[in-house]
């Protein structure tokens, strides 16, 4: 399954942004094909996006040059699962435990997420059964289909039309309204505390007790994202398309999520230090401290950040 080459079709790629550091490799035969595996390719930053245009411009320059690849051996299992022929484009994960195939014949049908490691299948797994629980809520507006290939779990996902970009949300934001469970419990008996505690090491264990223990709020119980971010979200019609649920909580907390959101943009794209972050959100928000410091210790559990970390260290006293 790590073998890039069982994911391509018999096409010819472009790799992005280069071939020692690839992110996507995108089918280029024709216009056609061209413009629709670009859509595959979605980067927030600028130099990134410049290249993205770039290329896609002197497409026809560089098109005769490129080698035509061979299918295979995922795409043939695809191709026979749905009975008819695919363009796929290829997008490899960030930590590399994953692809997302773009699947087109003449217009994009849809995306297949395949494992390449035991803790990309493990996410897949939950991603689907986050989909199952809120297909079953009436909460999902898309069509998935639960795929198996040679033992591994494969996600396919029917396209979702609409653009990627930072909007700005509030509280009532209607997707997480949706995920409320109508219960609430105060932190130290909060099932989503308790999931921090038994992932965490000693002293973010203390940590979070001295947060808890001093808090008398109630918080509501949620089906969390876990990875609630603007680039996971599509907006067509007034309407929202959200995806990626690979680090979804069916016991969740409230908060996260929406912290999550602007917590991913401003640090990333606006290079916010958390201290400005947490500002921003109490004054725009009234978002409690509390809530906060136990978000970055879960960012910090599921990113294994450094920045995380020193901030957490900071506020412990270390």
């Known amino acids: 399954m790590k073998d890039i080459n069982e994911f391509f079709s018999n096409n010819k790629y472009i790799v992005l942004p280069s071939h020692k550091k690839p992110k996507v490799f995108l089918a280029i035969d024709n216009a056609l094909i061209a413009n629709n595996s670009f859509k595959l390719y979605n980067p927030f930053s600028k130099k990134a996006k410049f290249l993205k245009n770039f290329v896609f411009q002197i497409l026809p320059l560089i098109r005769p040059f490129l080698n035509r690849k061979k299918r295979g051996g995922f795409i043939e ?93 509030d509280l009532d934001f209607e997707f997480l309204k949706k995920l409320k469970r109508s219960r609430k419990y105060i932190l130290i008996e909060h099932p989503r505390i308790k999931g921090l505690l038994e992932n965490s090491e000693e002293w973010i264990r203390k940590l979070i007790f001295q947060i808890i223990n001093s808090s008398k709020n109630e918080y509501e119980l949620v089906y969390e994202h876990g990875d609630f971010a603007p680039w996971n979200i599509k907006f067509k019609d007034n309407r929202f398309y959200i995806f990626d649920f690979e680090y979804f909580e069916e016991d969740g907390i409230e908060y996260f999520d929406f912290i999550k959101y602007y917590y991913q943009y401003l640090k990333l794209l606006e290079n916010k230090q958390i201290d400005e972050i947490y500002k921003f959100l109490k004054k725009r928000f009234n978002i409690p401290k509390e809530i906060f410091d136990l978000f970055v210790i879960k960012e910090s559990l599921q990113e294994k950040g450094e920045v995380e970390l020193k901030y957490l260290k900071g506020i412990n006293g270390k």
Not at 117 to 143: F, P, Q, R, S, T
């Open 77 to 169: 299992f695809l191709e026979n699962e749905f009975k008819k022929p695919f363009v796929s484009s290829v997008y490899i994960a960030t930590d590399n435990n994953k692809v997302v195939l773009q699947l087109q014949n003449n217009e994009i049908l849809g995306y297949v997420k395949v494992p390449l490691n035991e803790e990309g299948e493990k996410n897949i797994i939950n991603e689907i059964k986050a989909l199952e629980i809120l297909k079953e809520k009436k909460v999902l507006n898309y069509k998935f289909l639960h795929l198996k290939y040679k033992q591994k779990n494969c996600l396919f996902i029917e396209n979702i039309e609409g653009g990627s970009k930072f909007l700005t949300i």
